[in-house]
């Protein structure tokens, strides 16, 4: 009687090993897709920002030219 509990027991253990094991692989698995999914956020950021924000348009002697223009006749009114 006590082989055939331990026998049992013991196969209850490897199950519960084996369970135990798949959710560390997949703990494992799920930090690393967390890590990926953060760099592809800051990178999708970056490169958002880059596109939308040309500076060296936005700074531009006519754009100034235009704005102080605008300004001018805003004070004026």
Do not use: C
């Not at 999914?37 to 800051?42: A, E, K, L, V």
């Not at 999708?44 to 596109?51: A, G």
């Not at 939308?52 to 004026?76: N, Q, R």
């Amino acid at each position: 009687i006590v082989t055939s509990e331990r026998k049992a027991l013991a196969s209850e253990k490897a199950e519960i090993n084996a369970v135990i094991a798949a959710a560390q692989n997949l703990s494992i698995r799920i930090s690393g897709l967390i890590v990926k999914i953060g760099n592809m956020r800051s990178e999708l950021f970056r490169n958002l920002l880059t596109k939308h924000y040309v500076l060296s348009d936005a700074l531009s002697p006519e754009v100034i030219s235009d704005a102080d223009g605008e300004f001018t006749g805003f004070y004026k009114a």
